[in-house]
């Protein structure tokens, strides 16, 4: 799984508008039009899949939960969350 965020070159906390610069620049510079690198249909393609993905609300949101769940952003905080959710969930099963 590629880092949609580090294609367009952004954090996770980027604005929709902040995706839309990012991605304007980063496809005029890969456009196998405009660039002649071997590797500038691959990484315009990984460009536009990137934004598809981040500029939809829905979809970035499947995109950054998926994030979470691989500890791709902050590993403690991830695994903190989870099991935080994990014991409250067994606290609220358990008879007293």
């Given at each position: 799984?590629?880092d949609h965020y580090a294609?367009?070159?952004l954090t996770a906390d980027?604005?929709?508008?902040?995706?839309?610069?990012?991605?304007?620049?980063?496809?005029?510079?890969?456009?196998?039009?405009?660039?002649?690198?071997?590797?500038?249909?691959?990484?315009?393609?990984?460009?536009?899949?990137?934004y598809d993905v981040l500029?939809?609300?829905?979809?970035?949101?499947?995109?950054?939960?998926?994030?979470?769940?691989?500890?791709?952003?902050?590993?403690?905080?991830?695994?903190?969350?989870?099991?935080?959710?994990?014991?409250?969930?067994?606290?609220?099963?358990?008879?007293?």
């Amino acid at each position: 799984m590629s880092d949609h965020y580090a294609v367009l070159g952004l954090t996770a906390d980027a604005t929709l508008a902040d995706i839309k610069k990012a991605f304007r620049q980063k496809a005029s510079s890969y456009h196998p039009d405009r660039n002649t690198s071997p590797d500038a249909p691959a990484r315009f393609r990984a460009v536009q899949a990137a934004y598809d993905v981040l500029a939809d609300e829905a979809s970035r949101q499947a995109y950054d939960d998926n994030r979470r769940r691989n500890l791709l952003d902050d590993p403690l905080e991830s695994a903190q969350a989870i099991w935080q959710t994990y014991f409250d969930t067994v606290l609220e099963q358990t008879p007293r």
